[in-house]
């Protein structure tokens, strides 16, 4: 069985987590898959007070375009809808989210209207437990999609979230990559990205929230820690691009970090770290793609939006208008044609009528000779 959510507008982040401790998860038996679930929100425009706010958290630059990275903050609604469903078979706190893919084929507009999906795949058997996939698009008033992303999270095999670093780690090389900046996460970050990307996850409130998640203090968004290392290394002017994430470790608050990049002709790969270079928090890659002015067509089975079928409306009258305009009148050329042959044909009998004696006009002249010559 699948299921299908249609919103007129985004649901409340709130209710969402509430929901979502609350649930209990029903599990999966082997060889079974999560259902189908779709979650839809029409005629979205981002708030232009919350937009303002993740830029300023994040140091994305005022340019009158979303950062790449906050459709994800958008859709998060919807995240919370499928992944809080009945259908759903797990236990939402306690996931990890452990990779993120995003493809931009264009810069969307701060203002501009738009569509959201969102679906689950999976899941996939790994060593740590399942990973399960969020595919988000977002469509264009036009019907395609000028970005989609896909987001992977782990339902681990055992509980705890502290964790400790695998081992047999194997630290990059170093002497290849250049710190670009470096700065200070404060205890309070998870609150205050929480607040404005409504993601309230305990684990990232406070130490004594998420402690009993196997957490020794507080941890930092994952996507906050994201969106501040793009915010500094995406190309000026790049704005059809592909962003690639895997969160390795968690910020614990308060820490500094260093971001680091590498150039390798294609693309710049980045890691966030720490000065002891003992730990890597994210490792990730910002690469070109072909730009594309509309986006990736949306697929068939994706419905049109309102706005294009109305268009496409319009346009359809308007040929039909201009069909029976051009059925009553006639071209200018043929007008033209007639006026000419007119005008010939009215020389001709001018011409006939001085060549022909005129009776009428002799007499008179004869008349108007005599009372001359009278005088």
């Known amino acids: 069985m699948s299921y299908t959510l249609e919103f007129k ?71 919370l809808q499928v992944l809080t469903h009945k259908a759903f078979p797990f236990k939402l706190l306690g996931a990890v989210h452990v990779r993120n893919a995003v493809t931009q084929h264009r810069a969307i507009a701060a203002n501009e209207v738009l569509d959201i999906e969102v679906s689950v795949e999976g899941p996939r058997p790994v060593d740590a437990g399942l990973e399960f996939d969020l595919v988000t698009r977002i469509f264009d008033t036009t019907g395609n999609v000028p970005w989609e992303s896909t987001s992977t999270n782990l339902i681990r095999k055992g509980s705890g979230g502290g964790g400790k670093k695998k081992s047999g ?73 592909q962003l690639t994430v895997a969160f390795k470790r968690p910020v614990f608050l308060p ?15 980045y890691l966030l770290t720490n000065a002891a270079r003992d730990t890597v928090y994210l490792e990730g890659r910002v690469d070109p793609v072909a730009s594309t002015a509309a986006g990736t067509p949306a697929p068939s089975e994706a419905p049109a939006p309102a706005a294009a079928t109305t268009t496409t409306k319009k ?28 005008k010939k044909t009215a020389a001709k009998k001018a011409a006939a009528k001085k060549t022909a004696p005129n009776k009428g006009n002799a007499s008179a002249g004869k008349r108007t000779s005599a009372k001359k010559t009278s005088s």
């Open 255 to 269: 820490s500094r970090v260093e971001l680091l990049i590498r150039e390798d002709g294609q693309g710049r790969e």
């Open 9 to 79: 507008e985004l649901p409340s982040a709130w209710t969402g987590f509430l929901r979502a401790a609350l649930a209990r998860g029903t599990g999966l038996k082997p060889g079974q898959s999560i259902p189908p679930i779709v979650a839809r929100c029409r005629g979205v425009v981002a708030d232009a007070e919350a937009l303002r706010k993740y830029r300023s958290l994040c140091n994305f630059r005022i340019d009158g375009k979303l950062p790449p990275s906050y459709p994800h903050v958008l859709a998060a609604p919807l995240h």
């Open 315 to 342: 346009t359809s009258a308007t040929k039909r208008a201009v069909k029976k305009t051009s059925a009553k009148k006639p071209s200018a050329s043929k007008t033209a044609t007639k006026k000419v042959a007119a």
């Open 169 to 241: 780690w194997t630290p990059p090389d170093w002497s290849q990559y250049q710190v670009v900046e470096s700065w200070q996460t404060p205890e309070d970050i998870g609150r205050r990205y929480g607040l404005i990307a409504g993601d309230v996850n305990p684990i990232h409130m406070h130490a004594l929230a998420a402690k009993p998640f196997g957490f020794k203090r507080a941890i930092a968004h994952g996507m906050f820690s994201y969106a501040r290392s793009v915010a500094r290394i995406i190309p000026p002017g790049q704005e059809a691009l």
